[in-house]
């Protein structure tokens, strides 16, 4: 029966489904949900490895219970102390009450702060061993994917790597949690939106935590979100090797705020344009509309971006303001940039996120275009003329 949460040597999945809420982090849409992943190392010494949200503890201990009967847990990792993957803590220690927490010095002053716990405690530091008999785990310190205290935890005897948020993605484990095992199309996409809206501005810490683990005989990678990655690796970790260097595709996001329509118009003629001169990834976004998980997603894998607003009480319009502060919180990097606007009276916008231009440090392209009112034949030619140097920029970089 215990087959079938196995994943290798005496590791087990122990993880639950979250389809009911409605925004990770209050704030990013979970249409196919989430899964929090902990996994359950059923050896000589049993460990656990992360919890899952509070919300699920009942069903989550049922799932350790079914493996491991009555038998104690001796440790219980914590590689993660956000709440999604700690919520269960003080609760794992009310069932089992002699567990030794097991984490660096940073996870215990979270710790302390948070539940409280009291106990024996093993405080690893960089390198520092587990044996627990058949799989002997070392940790590997990786501050900042994506709190200070994230850490990751390697059994050395399966080469299974327990590697907390990182590699990880939105969605549901619908029946299988294997990548062999199940169809992982809808993976792909979400992992980008998990990266660029919870992880993006953490670049530097991902790219040095990929560095480590550079050299380390991975076979399988038990993030503690989304499937447990084995014959997909490679894919995975390109993915993340990508977006942590900021690296993107060519193509262009369009993204404008409109009330009436005529910016609208500026951005359907810049479009036109780039399609005419051979870029055939082209994505528009209304801020209005699309929600600015899918902007960011979007931001995150196209090289070329384009940010229409109307001028709003002589400001940016708020939604498109809002969108620019999210990109550079995001601190992200390398990408062209083209401006356009308009205004009724006195224009403010483009001039406005001129400023925007300079603190992304992107490398604006082509002339700015601000519009009086409505589409003229002048605007016209000028939004085209906008996505031709977009185009050209583009098509510059290609081999
Ligand atoms: C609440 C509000 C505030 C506005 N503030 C300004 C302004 O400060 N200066 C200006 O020139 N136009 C202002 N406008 C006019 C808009 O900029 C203009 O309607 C818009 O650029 C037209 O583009 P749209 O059809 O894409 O919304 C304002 C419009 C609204 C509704
Ligand atoms: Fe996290
Ligand atoms: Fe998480």
Redesign the pocket.
């Known amino acids: 029966m215990n087959e079938k949460t196995l994943i290798k040597g005496k590791i087990h999945y122990v993880g639950v489904n979250d389809r009911q809420k409605h925004l990770f982090e209050g704030m990013w849409p979970l249409p196919l949900g989430v899964s929090y992943n902990s996994y359950l190392i059923d050896d000589d010494i049993v460990a656990l490895v992360d919890t899952v949200d509070a919300c699920y503890f009942e069903i989550f201990l049922h799932k350790i219970r079914t493996i491991i009967g009555q038998r104690p847990i001796q440790y219980l990792i914590i590689n993660h102390m956000e709440p999604d993957h700690s919520g269960s803590i003080s609760l794992i220690k009310h069932y089992y009450p002699d567990i030794v927490i097991v984490g660096n010095r940073q996870t215990f002053g979270m710790i302390d702060g948070y539940y409280g716990v009291t106990g024996e405690r093993y405080e690893v530091k960089e390198g520092d061993f587990l044996d627990l008999g058949h799989h002997k785990l070392r940790f590997y310190l990786t501050p900042m994917v994506h709190w200070p205290e994230t850490m990751m935890t390697l059994d050395e005897t399966e080469g299974v790597l327990f590697s907390g948020d990182a590699f990880g993605c939105f969605g549901t484990l619908d029946g299988g949690f294997l990548d062999t095992r199940i169809n992982t199309d809808r993976y792909w996409d979400e992992m980008i939106r998990y990266y660029s809206n919870i992880v993006g501005k953490y670049g530097n810490p991902v790219q040095k935590a990929m560095a480590k683990l550079d050299n380390l005989p991975i076979t399988t990678v038990c993030s503690t979100h989304g499937p447990v990655w084995t014959a997909d690796i490679p894919r995975v970790h390109d993915v993340y090797a990508r977006l942590s260097r900021y690296e993107a595709q060519e193509g262009v996001v369009i993204v ?11 951005a359907e003629t810049i479009a036109a344009e780039l399609s005419h001169e051979g870029i055939r990834n082209i994505v528009m976004h209304n801020v209005s509309k699309s929600h600015p998980s899918y902007i960011l997603r979007d931001i995150f894998k196209y090289r070329g971006l384009i940010i229409g607003s ?6 940016i ?1 708020p939604e498109v303001e809002s969108l620019l502060d999210k990109i550079l919180l995001r601190e992200v990097k390398g990408r062209y940039l083209g401006l356009f ?9 483009v001039k406005r996120m001129g400023e925007f231009a300079e603190k992304s440090k992107f490398e604006l392209v082509g002339d700015s275009v601000e ?4 589409m003229t034949p002048l605007t016209f030619e000028q939004c085209e003329h906008l996505a031709r140097q977009m185009a050209a920029r583009l098509k510059k970089d290609r081999k």
């Open positions: 404008y705020g409109s009330m009436y329509g005529h910016t609208e118009q500026m109307p001028t709003y009480c002589n400001q319009y606007g308009s205004f009724t009276w006195a224009g403010a916008a519009m009086k009112q409505s």
